[in-house]
């Protein structure tokens, strides 16, 4: 008798009948993600160099977070 393979079911509460509302659900998962890597790196900040001017802005953060 062999033991049954568990399955990963990622995002299983997501699983919405509507598919608006299923999209507007992932939608709202990746800005919170982002969100908080954009806080990670806000905080983080002194660590990170801008070539422009030097100094890290929070639309400089952003653009770290979304784009490197």
């Known amino acids: 008798m062999t033991a049954p393979k568990p399955t990963v079911r990622l995002l299983e509460h997501l699983r919405l009948r509507n598919p608006v509302a299923a999209i507007l659900a992932r939608v709202a998962l990746a800005?919170?993600?982002?969100?908080?890597?954009?806080?990670?790196?806000?905080?983080?900040?002194?660590?990170?160099?801008d070539s422009h001017d030097g100094s890290m802005s929070a639309v400089d953060?952003?653009?770290?977070?979304?784009a490197r």
């Open 61 to 66: 953060a952003l653009y770290y977070t979304t």
């Open 31 to 49: 800005l919170l993600i982002v969100g908080v890597n954009w806080l990670i790196v806000l905080i983080e900040r002194n660590s990170y160099t």
